[in-house]
């Protein structure tokens, strides 16, 4: 089984992957664990948006999953883009 570190960084790699793919040009600020899940601050230019209470498994499971898509989305939408 993984290390809490190695799973916060494969979830951080998740991330910045599912971004690419869906080709939003957003930043991960920080990406930090809290209870179950995990916190992630996201910047694009001069705007931030935080989500906190983010379920391991949607970052954890892979890039691909409709899960992290879904969440990458609403992200997206936080920021003002077209679903």
């Known amino acids: 089984m993984p290390s809490r570190q190695e799973r916060e960084q494969l979830a951080g790699t998740n991330l910045h992957q599912a971004l690419r793919d869906a080709k939003i ?3 991960i600020e920080s ?3 809290v209870g179950d899940g995990y916190r992630v601050l996201f910047r694009k230019g001069p705007l ?7 379920d ?3 970052l ?6 409709d899960k992290i898509k879904k969440f990458v989305q609403k992200v ?3 920021f003002g ?3």
């Open 48 to 54: 931030t948006y935080s989500e906190s209470g983010i």
């Open 60 to 65: 954890e499971d892979g890039p691909a999953t």
């Open 31 to 33: 990406l930090e664990p």
């Open 56 to 58: 391991e498994g949607k």
């Open 25 to 27: 040009e957003i930043v």
């Open 76 to 78: 997206k939408l936080a």
């Open 81 to 83: 883009g077209n679903p």
